[in-house]
């Protein structure tokens, strides 16, 4: 797993939590690499298992949650860091089916050997995306809070359905489909 991911996530901790947390969840987890991250650097995803498990115990917050929470966090840096690729796109769903066939191939040139979920587009639609999502990593609720992010950016609405095909999450239906705006009545 790529250096970002880590360097990115510990920020959010210390936003969140604080750096006394930080340096607990750290020396919790007994990492191989102390917990000492460059964001090009290649780190053994069980380290990240081990600070969101960490994390989890020590706020009570389930594991899930944190990393839905770390997805709509990490979107800050995608639109800090590469800004031009959501230029390429003139709706979220656009964006979204292309993930795999476009915006991965890209991730791989700036990060060699980073190592990404996979998604298969099953039907798109102008108003409706439903695609695969298949990783070992399970993480799932990271991608739900990115497409809803991505909506967001687009100043678009989203519904986004979530049907587990393997219970451990490493395989999950998506069924995204934008929504109409809240027409706001006043008198």
Known sequence: MKGIVFT??????????????????I??????SEGIYTSV?????????????????????????????YGLYFFQALTKHHRDIFNLYTSPIAMLASIENHIHVQVRKIYPGAELPTFKVLNQQEDFLEMMYFSERSMYMFAKAL???TFEHYHENSKIEMEMIREDGSQVRFKIYKQ????????
């Open 41 to 69: 650097g290649t780190y053994d995803f069980f380290e990240m298992q081990n600070l969101l498990g960490n994390l989890s115990a020590e706020t009570g917050i389930p594991i899930n949650d944190l990393i839905y929470a």
């Open 180 to 187: 109409p705006h809240a027409v706001n009545h006043q008198n």
């Open 8 to 25: 990115e996530f510990l920020e959010m901790v210390e936003q969140e939590f604080g750096l006394e947390v930080v340096d607990k969840i």
């Open 27 to 32: 020396t919790a987890s007994q990492l191989p």
């Open 147 to 149: 497409m809803e992010k």
